[in-house]
């Protein structure tokens, strides 16, 4: 069996993650969407309404699991049988970033390989960060997230201000 981990805050969860989702849960038997706690971001929603949204959006899915881990995703990845990461990469400096997430990820677990999948040229500006800052003004996200949670992103956002 073929597995995979797309690992991420997803705060939120936009249609630049979901299309990268729907792909890769084609190329692997199992998708397992890692929701994270990042320890240098304080979150919009908490990590079970993350959950809760993903799950929303990929429940005909029938391959993906979604859950939340607080530690390293090669520490996931060990555990869980799983050697392949998947990453998104909209520019040059996601690139840097993935560069170095791989070496040290394979000097943790040799086993592992990174799969780089780019965005589709609709998703490729597409920011979690942007995402809040259009709700901060009231602007259309409509296009950046999945309609079926886009009121309660902007709920969620214009309460945790």
């Avoid at 991420?8 to 084609?26: E, M, N, Q, V």
């Avoid at 038997?29 to 990929?58: A, G, P, Q, T, W």
């Avoid at 609709?122 to 997230?145: G, M, P, R, T």
Wanted: aromatic letters at 10%; proline letters at 3%.
């Amino acid at each position: 069996m073929r597995k995979a981990v797309y690992p991420g805050s997803f705060d939120p969860i936009s249609t630049g993650h979901l299309d990268l989702i729907k792909r890769a849960s084609k190329l692997f038997d199992e998708l397992h969407i890692l929701v994270s706690y990042n320890m240098f971001k304080k979150s919009s929603f908490s990590v079970n309404d993350r959950i809760e949204m993903i799950n929303e959006c990929v429940k005909d899915l029938k391959n993906v699991i979604v859950i939340a881990w607080d530690g390293l995703v090669v520490q996931y990845c060990k555990e869980n049988n799983i050697n392949i990461i998947i990453r998104g990469m909209r520019n040059y400096s996601d690139f840097e970033n993935e560069f170095t997430l791989f070496q040290y990820n394979r000097d943790i677990y040799p086993n592992i390989e990174t799969i780089l999948l780019m965005p589709t040229t609709k998703n490729q500006v597409v920011s979690s960060s942007a995402i809040k800052e259009l709700v901060e003004f009231d602007c259309s996200i409509s296009k950046y997230v999945p309609k079926c949670i886009e009121k309660r992103i902007i709920e969620g956002l214009k309460k945790n201000k």
